[in-house]
């Protein structure tokens, strides 16, 4: 199982890169992956 902790960590971390580039639709696709992850 992945810890709570970890993927708020990979999370704040896409959000910076989300915030450099402003591409939301990678952090979309990112979240949806990571929802898929979790789920599964």
Request: glycine residues 2%; aromatic residues 16%; negative net charge.
């Amino acid at each position: 199982m992945i810890e709570l902790s970890e993927i708020m960590t990979v999370f704040s971390f896409y959000l910076k890169i989300n915030g450099i580039f402003s591409d939301s639709i990678d952090l979309l696709l990112i979240i949806s992956a990571f929802l898929l992850i979790i789920k599964f």
